[in-house]
């Protein structure tokens, strides 16, 4: 009969504490910490359903975990529960008895007696470290009831007698106030909270601590077991349970969030060891020689994230259809290309495709298809032949790419990550009020996939970006002989919202930071908002030598401007706002006002880019308020950042 692993760390314990008690060397439950909930019993079963499903949530040393049921993790099914059961019963009726000061739960007592009643109220679940070349995956025995969890940490490789310190306890329930610390009966009385949390870990005698030194001392180079510490579990799970169990109390009856929990449709320990492999083999290499201005540390391994959930979901589809040939694929406005690198450096024939030529592209050699062009929907010969159709923040592509993968083949599937809000021929103007402009565009593209035909799937990127909910097209609703008869369905919906031609993206993209408007319009504007400062003045500050002016709101400083600057302004990103803080000498921007900096008080300069070179910095920039301000700038020309025209050079 084969056993899992963990079974044996479990009888290892088990004897151990036997032995304990029976050498009458004390061992007891050691309270950690209380604290006062609003939730109700059934809010904390959902917490803790959130830590033992979710735990990346809460410690971000792990990365996800998997639950079991303890019986059929055996060959013999009724053989190896019974077993299982025995030693389960043994372990749990040897540890000390818990049976704090309370008046409804019963703690340990009913970890006893639910051994008997249904497999269901003990399970194990596998912790995955985040970073595997750090940590060991470790297994951890779960003893559940009504009101408390007892979590017993399990290390598969060997097993080490310190682990006992670390079982640990949460109890849900009406305490008596004895049985609490003072300051959490003061948090009672001014919260009006009858119910506490509670959690407790086992405890031995110091002579049993000091003889296991020696035998964990050798342990020093080896990975540590990914398990909880009691300190932990005090200072950071206890806390949040709580904050869990109110928060669960105060949405009761509101509407929760629709999005999948992250990484829901892959095997998230798969996921974590090939992430981890790919960042190591790849990432570190591509983020030195990295040429884009954008940030290697962001865009590099959000690229690896998606790539190793690609990798995985393919992987599944594989072995899903009993197929072994690696499934190919286009990424529809690729941008930097590095997605398309990763998944071809792994075996995936593809392509990819985007409007302009990056610098990085060179790099990556030969073996790499990258190609410079324009994608229009109607291109259906561009991606003839992929497997799969990719939208990596594909922008105006991104509500296109479910039409053009049903117009190129039944069997063609997509994945699509939507970020700028596209409709299919300009802007994504919402619907609904009701909830949020990213929740509605993800609405929108749903559905496009859904009238494609598609079985549209949702899941959470593990990535650092604010817009994470990808869609993945695989299956179809229709047979593939109503292909043709879907064709035209999609046709006569993509036309019905037709109210101008599709427009790509242009090749060069303009800046729109407010640096390339002409220089004239820029002094008007900075000459307009200034004088207008200096004619306000404020209050108590009659008898200051030097006039800082007074405090306006940017609202009101767009109406100072004539209808043809504000139109020089309508298409740059931020608008006035942007362009006066280009004017950082001269403007200081806060909560929504403007005022002029007050260089009379300022203690150093707005902070600058260093220089690549040890050269000293020179001032080379003429100082403003020398040349514009009536009273002339309020510091001397030594001391002063900027340059005064009767500086000596």
Not at 49 to 77: F, Q
Not at 141 to 162: A, C, G, K
Request: hydrophobic share 35%.
């Amino acid at each position: 009969m084969y056993l899992p692993p963990f079974y044996l760390n479990l009888f290892q314990m088990k004897c151990f504490v036997l032995d304990v008690c029976v050498s009458g060397v004390g061992m007891y439950w050691n309270k950690l910490s209380s604290l006062p909930t609003a939730g109700e019993a059934a809010h904390f079963q959902n917490a803790l359903r959130v830590w033992i499903d979710r735990p990346n949530v809460c410690n971000k040393m792990i990365s996800c975990s998997k639950t079991e049921d303890i019986a059929m993790t055996t060959i013999d099914v009724e053989a190896g529960k019974g077993l299982m059961t025995s030693d389960l019963k043994e372990f749990v009726q040897s540890l000390p008895q818990l049976t704090p000061r309370c008046s409804k739960c019963g703690a340990l007592t009913s970890c006893v007696n639910f051994v008997h009643s249904s497999e269901k109220s003990y399970f194990v679940r596998k912790l995955v470290p985040r970073r595997p070349d750090c940590y060991l995956s470790n297994y951890e025995l779960v003893l559940s009831s009504r009101n408390s969890f007892l979590f017993v940490p399990l290390q598969t490789e060997t097993f080490y007698p310190d682990l006992v310190y670390d079982i640990y306890v949460v109890i849900y329930g009406d305490c008596d106030v004895d049985h609490v610390k003072d300051n959490s009966n003061d948090e009672r009385k001014q919260s009006g909270n009858s119910n506490f949390l509670s959690a407790y870990s086992l405890v031995l005698d110091k002579q049993i601590v000091d003889s296991n030194k020696t035998d964990n001392a050798s342990q020093g180079a080896m990975k540590r077991a990914c398990y909880v510490t009691s300190q932990w579990v005090s200072q950071k799970l206890l806390p949040t349970l709580s904050k869990w169990c109110d928060e669960e109390s105060a949405k009761l009856g509101e509407n929760k969030s629709t999005f999948p929990p992250s990484l829901s449709l892959i095997d998230k320990e798969k996921y974590t060891l090939l992430y981890n492999s790919l960042k190591f083999k790849y990432g570190r290499e591509i983020s030195k020689i990295w040429p884009e201005v954008t940030d290697p540390q962001k865009y590099v391994y959000e690229d690896v994230a998606i790539a190793a959930y690609l990798l995985v979901l393919w992987e599944q589809e594989r072995e899903g259809s009993g197929k072994e040939e690696k499934q190919s694929f286009i990424d529809l406005g690729c941008g930097n290309g590095l997605l398309v690198h990763l998944l071809t450096s792994e075996g995936h024939p593809g392509k990819g495709v985007d409007i302009r030529r990056r610098k990085i592209w060179s790099i990556y050699g030969s073996e790499t298809d990258l190609e410079e062009a324009t994608v229009t929907p109607d291109n259906i010969t561009l991606v003839s032949g992929y497997d799969w159709l990719l939208g990596n923040h594909s922008d105006e592509l991104t509500p296109w790419i479910p039409v053009m993968a049903m117009r190129s083949n039944y069997d063609t599937r997509y994945w699509v990550l939507p970020c700028c809000f596209f409709d299919f021929y300009g802007k994504y103007e919402r619907t609904q009020s009701t909830v949020g402009q990213y929740e509605d565009y993800l609405m929108f593209v749903a559905s496009v996939g859904k009238k494609c035909g598609f079985d549209i799937r949702e899941d959470v990127m593990r990535i650092p970006s604010t817009k994470r909910v990808c869609m993945v097209g695989m299956g179809r609703s229709y047979r593939e002989r109503e292909h043709s008869a879907w064709m035209d369905r999609v046709n006569e919906f993509t036309t019905g919202r037709r109210d101008d031609e599709f427009a790509a993206r242009p090749r060069e993209e303009r800046v729109r930071n407010c640096t390339k408007i002409d220089r004239g319009i820029q002094h008007t504007v900075v000459m307009t908002i200034s004088n207008h400062l200096l004619k306000t003045s404020r209050a108590g500050e009659a008898c200051r030598t030097w006039n800082r002016g007074g405090e306006l709101k940017l609202s009101d400083a767009v109406e100072l401007l004539s209808d043809s600057l504000r139109s020089n302004l309508k298409n740059e990103c931020g608008g006035l706002q942007t362009l006066l803080r280009n004017y950082n000498q001269v403007f200081e921007i806060s909560a929504g006002s403007v005022q002029l900096r007050d260089w009379s008080v300022e203690e150093r300069a707005p902070r600058k880019r260093k220089r690549l070179n040890s050269m000293k910095c020179l001032r080379t920039k003429p100082c403003w308020f020398e040349a514009n301000h009536p009273d002339g700038c309020p510091r001397s020309a030594q001391s002063c950042t900027f340059l005064h025209h009767n500086e000596t050079k």
